[in-house]
């Protein structure tokens, strides 16, 4: 059974920052294109930023980019998103998910974890 549990969000200031963990079995996540999509109160999905299997190319949504790194841990299963100098416009629930082998399409998804930028 895929399993994809979230962790390490929060509140916190503008400025500060947080690392959201994401702990996947169930499957082998070095064969899979992870990402991480979030969804801020009252709007829709957004993607934030994608790892492909190895780890050895990442990608950004444009308003993250120098702020957020994403990284992961194949040997302990698990996917990252150190998030430095957040924004209120950052508030958002936060998901990880694994993308379908071939397919631009998600197939898992966590229950996700809470962040609030605030002062």
């Known amino acids: 059974q895929v399993q994809l549990v979230e962790s390490g969000g929060g509140l916190v200031q503008p400025g500060e920052s947080l690392r959201l963990s994401c702990a996947a079995s169930?499957?082998?996540?070095?064969?899979?294109?992870m990402s991480w999509v979030r969804q801020a109160p009252g709007k829709g999905l957004e993607w934030v930023s994608g790892i492909v299997d190895d780890g050895s190319d990442t990608y950004y949504l444009d308003s993250v980019k120098g702020r957020f790194t994403i990284s992961r841990d194949n040997a302990k299963d698990t996917l990252y998103l150190q998030m430095n100098s957040l924004r209120r416009e950052d508030t958002a629930m936060y998901y990880c998910a694994r993308r379908s082998v071939g397919s631009w399409s998600y197939d898992s998804w966590g229950q996700g974890t809470q962040v609030t930028v605030s002062s």
């Open positions: 169930g499957f082998t996540p070095r064969h899979y294109y």
